[in-house]
Structures are given as structure tokens and as C-alpha cells.
């Protein structure tokens, strides 16, 4: 009797239990890269066919980023990576970039305490001390395989062929151009005007590049490449010092880890606001059966809004540089504090923002950063998220070492307490001092099923990262989409204030929208072409692997 009852659930679970998504991406048997070009995938995954592993591969794929996307891939910034080993030790590094010695609370006020317009964002004062070098040795360091110089090589080799300049890549060239002018003069030797089709150079890079795999980290950080590059930012009327330089460290962190159902969530920690705030979100909504509700339908976004609303309600007052600021996460993540914080939802009406606590703070945050999945043949995995803030950083390109240099001081709060320049509020948890790190929304995150790795993603997109990492992940376990589904479905965005849902402008109907409008939700007017840019892997349980390379740009995953 009792095996009958047995095979009877059995039976009923096997009908209730949808059939994994089939695959909709590229597919690959034993490792993967995912990034934003295929010149940067195809360099990590071939340090891999090499017999490198992951962290070989990161270390590869950084640098060929600041090649193939100087957009956001660089020497000159700064980033975030969370690790998952084959035995299930995990551990997260933080390069981020840091105030400068010469930092201090009003640095980017004038003498009425107004915020000085552009100075924390454009040009050689909005530069903090990068990190992309001490990370990537770090890594290389502490995990690598390979000799840097055989990881370096290919990079090398990519400088001195250059870089085909796609569509979308002379579009965002285009629109920069004349900042990076203004910042750098006609001269500049970087772009000179390139079309989709031409080649895009830097003839400065490759001997950084050289001196670097010869004399290692110190080489940017003590060596010619410091003096070079501080004089000029000196010169250029910023702070970053010799000194400031010198003393740039990457710190290991502990990332934050947290269950959801049947999943574990591993991600970033603070100074990046990411993993706390999507811990936040998906404890908020984890006891509603969302796949219930439907893939985007009113009530699942409705619930994800609310989510979200008091997560970034506490991240934007809380969060800061663990080493600076007291961060109360025992409270912030407890399961107490958490269902409290979702008592006075319901679905019938929204939430004011207004009336959510740690108030009338407003974030503001550029979209430009990119981020990079690797699964290697040992089923190591590293989710890594790297940025220089705007687009092309501060704009402030130096000709003789080949990179642009980060406006990661913009990530700080200017002005605590009151209104910057566009208007918006900071938070004193993240008011500027030397050496602190300014908070990001950077989440790179890997997820465990059932003991096992399951996927690596992250996405850029400032502020909107947090949310479209989380919709990633609510797509494939929630609304079983496969990975690649799940990275090009279309995304919407709340951040507490502006008290605004922003949608993708293609895939929500007027319908979904006037449903959301007559239960008191407000929806940004202001066309938003994409959300995020998600580059992830899933685990296919054959063990081969999906990659998700997100259609809103180049993106591409390269494995074998
Ligand atoms: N600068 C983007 C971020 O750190 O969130």
C-alpha cells in the first residue's frame, strides 16, 4: 500500500513539475564565457582550451575588455567578483576603486556648499584610485594556473591587431565623442572618428600591457606606469597621488549568502549594495508562489515593485564601505525585520514611497559598467562586474599608457542630507573620506541548486542591476525560461524614488500598464530602450552548459 501511495505522488509530482526549458542559447559541454564582446569571450575561453582555469580566464577576459569595450572594460577602474570553486568554497574579492588621499566630505562643493556641476563626473577630479590591476593579480594570485605572461599574451596580441568597431560600438563612440574632446583635446590618440568596420587602436596600451606582465602588480602601482599615470592626473587638475597609488589594496570579502526556496544565492557584499538588496528582495517575495501569478503579469510585478521599493528604501540609507560605516545586516536581513517590512503591502493598492521609511534619499547612478560569467571544465565558476562609472569613465583618456581613467568619485554621495545637482539626495553612510569606497550597485552573483552550481550571472546598469540580476533569476527558476529567455526577457525597474516603475520600452502592453496605473502605481513616461545587459550561464542537467549573452548588445558566449 504504502509503495502504491509512493508511485501515486510520485506520478502527481511528475505531472505538476514542468519539463526544463530546451535551451535557446549557445550550448556548450564542458566551459563557457559570457561578455559584453566576442574578442574578451573568446580570449577567456581560450586560456581555458589551454587548460587554465577560471580564474586564469577572469584575469584574461578583464584585460581583454578594456580592449574590445573601453566603454566599461578597463585598466582605469575598478570592480567586484564572487567565486564559486568546484568543491563549493566560495569567496568574493572587492577592487574597487577608493577616494584619493586628498578626499575629504566637500570636495565637490563650492564655497555656498553647492555641488560643483560635472566636477565628480568629468575629467581628471572625478578619478579615484583604480583597482582593475591589484584585482586581477589578486586572482591570479591566489588562484591561477597559467603564467601571467601566457594569460597576458592574447591580450597583448588583441592590442597590437586592434578592434573591429561594431554598429552599436560607433554609435556609443559617436555620442561621446565630443566629451572625450572636450576632456582630452582634438589631438587625443584615441578613436579618430571610426565607422562600424573600421579598427579602433591604442597605441599606448600595448607597452602598459608589456611592462605589466613583466613586472607584475606593482608595475601600475609603483612602477613607470604609476608615475606616468599620476603625474598626468595631477597635471590634469585631480587627486590620485604616487602615494594613493602605492597603497591601493584589493580586499577579500565574505559575500552575502542567503536562501530562496530551493536555491542558494551567493553574491556581492558591500561596498557593493547588490547582494544585500537582492537578499532583501527575494526574502521579501519568497513566501508568494510568484510562478502563480504569471511571467510579467500585473501581480508578479506588483510584488517584485513592492520588493524592491523597500530594499532600495534601506540600501540607499544604510549601505556604505563596510570599513567606514557601521552596516546593521544582522537586522537588514533578518527574516523579523523582513516580513515587517512587507506588512502593509497588499495587491489591491501601491505603496507610496513616501510612506516607506529612511527617507526622501535618491540615487542616482550611471548605467555604464559591464559584467562578465565563466564556467570553466573543472566547474570552477567567477561572476564578475567591473566598471569606470560613466561611459569611457571620466572621459579622460591618457595617450601614453592607452586607457581611460574611471569617475568612480560620482558613485560617492556629494552632498549628504540634501539635493546634488540633478536634484537628488544622499545618504551620510556614503558621504566621501580618503580612502573609503563609494557604494555600488554592482551584483555578481552564482547560484546553487540543490547543492550543485547552477548559474552565474550580472549585469551592468547602475542602479537597475540589482533588479534585472533578480528578474534573471525569478525567469528561469521562477517561470522556467530558458537561460538565454531569461536574459533577453523584458525587464522593468522601481528604486523606491523616483517613486516610478520604469519599464522596457518593448514588451509590457497599455493593458498591463492601465491595470498597474489604476491601483496607484506610477510608470515613468521616459522612453527606456533597455534595463540592464545580463550575461549569464546556466547548468543544463546533463551538466553542459547554456550561456544567456544578452541580445541588447554585442554580448556573446564562447564555449567548448
Ligand atoms: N558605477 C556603477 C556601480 O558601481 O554601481
Not at 110 to 115: F, P, R, T, Y
Request: hydrophobic letters at 40%; proline letters at 5%; aromatic letters at 10%.
Amino acid at each position: 500500500m504504502r509503495i502504491l501511495i509512493l508511485l501515486f505522488a510520485f506520478f502527481l509530482f511528475a505531472q505538476c513539475t514542468p519539463p526544463p526549458p530546451i535551451p535557446t542559447g549557445v550550448v556548450s559541454k564542458n566551459a563557457m564565457v559570457v561578455s559584453a564582446r566576442e574578442e574578451a569571450s573568446k580570449v577567456g575561453t581560450a586560456i581555458l582550451q589551454k587548460g587554465g582555469n577560471a580564474f586564469d580566464a577572469m584575469v584574461g577576459t578583464e584585460l581583454a575588455l578594456a580592449v574590445a569595450y573601453p566603454f566599461a572594460g578597463n585598466l582605469g577602474g575598478g570592480g567586484f567578483m564572487v567565486y564559486r570553486k568546484n568543491d563549493g568554497n566560495i569567496g568574493a574579492l572587492d577592487y574597487r576603486e577608493k577616494a584619493p588621499l586628498a578626499a575629504h566630505k566637500d570636495m565637490y562643493l563650492d564655497s555656498l556648499g553647492n555641488v560643483i556641476p560635472g566636477k565628480s563626473t568629468l575629467g581628471a577630479s572625478a578619478v579615484g584610485v583604480p583597482g582593475t590591476i591589484a584585482g586581477i593579480f589578486e586572482v591570479h594570485d591566489k588562484f591561477g594556473t597559467l603564467p601571467i605572461k601566457e594569460i597576458m599574451d592574447p591580450v597583448i596580441k588583441l592590442v597590437d591587431q586592434g578592434v573591429q568597431v561594431t554598429s552599436k560600438q560607433a554609435d556609443r563612440l559617436d555620442k561621446y565623442w565630443d566629451q572625450i574632446k572636450s576632456v582630452n583635446g582634438e589631438s587625443t590618440l584615441f578613436y579618430n572618428k571610426c565607422d562600424a568596420g573600421d579598427t579602433l587602436r591604442y597605441p599606448g596600451l600595448a607597452s602598459t600591457l608589456r611592462r605589466i606582465a613583466i613586472n607584475g602588480r606593482d608595475e601600475f602601482y609603483k612602477g613607470k606606469t604609476a608615475k606616468i599615470l599620476a603625474k598626468f592626473i595631477l597635471e590634469k587638475g585631480g587627486y590620485v597621488t604616487e602615494e594613493d597609488l602605492a597603497r591601493y589594496e584589493a580586499k577579500w570579502r565574505q559575500p552575502v549568502v542567503f536562501n530562496y526556496k530551493d536555491l542558494r544565492i551567493i553574491s556581492m557584499s558591500p561596498p557593493s549594495s547588490g547582494g544585500v538588496t537582492i537578499n532583501q528582495i527575494f526574502k521579501m517575495i519568497e513566501s508568494y508562489d510568484i510562478s502563480e501569478f504569471g511571467h510579467n503579469s500585473a501581480k508578479s510585478i506588483q510584488l517584485f515593485t513592492e520588493a524592491a521599493r523597500r530594499a532600495y528604501a534601506d540600501r540607499n540609507f544604510f549601505l556604505g564601505d563596510p570599513d567606514f560605516v557601521v552596516i546593521p545586516l544582522d537586522v537588514l536581513l533578518s527574516k523579523k525585520y523582513l516580513q515587517a517590512r512587507m506588512e502593509n503591502f497588499s495587491f489591491d493598492s501601491a505603496t507610496l514611497s513616501s510612506e516607506v521609511q529612511h527617507g526622501r534619499i535618491e540615487i542616482m547612478e550611471s548605467n555604464e559598467t559591464t559584467h562578465y560569467s565563466i564556467v570553466d571544465q573543472m566547474g570552477n565558476a567567477v561572476s564578475v562586474t567591473t566598471t569606470l562609472n560613466g561611459a569611457y569613465g571620466s572621459k579622460l583618456y591618457n595617450d601614453e599608457l592607452g586607457f581611460f581613467l574611471n569617475n568612480e568619485m560620482d558613485d560617492f554621495s556629494a552632498k549628504p542630507g540634501e539635493p546634488n545637482m540633478f536634484g537628488l539626495i544622499g545618504a551620510e553612510a556614503n558621504s566621501i573620506a580618503a580612502e573609503k569606497r563609494m557604494l555600488s550597485s554592482m551584483t555578481p552573483t552564482i547560484v546553487e541548486k540543490d547543492g550543485k552550481l547552477w548559474m552565474v550571472v550580472g549585469s551592468p546598469g547602475g542602479s537597475t542591476i540589482i533588479t534585472a540580476v533578480a528578474q534573471t533569476i525569478l525567469n528561469t527558476y521562477e517561470f522556467n525560461l530558458s537561460m538565454q529567455e531569461s536574459v533577453n526577457a523584458p525587464r522593468f525597474h522601481h528604486q523606491w524614488l523616483p517613486d516610478h516603475i520604469v519599464f522596457e520600452t518593448e514588451g509590457f502592453s497599455d493593458a498591463l500598464k492601465i491595470e498597474l496605473k489604476s491601483k496607484g502605481y506610477h510608470i515613468s513616461e521616459k522612453p527606456t530602450p533597455i534595463l540592464g545587459k545580463v550575461d549569464a550561464i546556466l547548468v543544463l542537467p546533463d551538466g553542459s552548459l547554456e550561456g544567456g549573452a544578452d541580445k541588447r548588445g554585442d554580448d556573446t558566449a564562447v564555449g567548448f
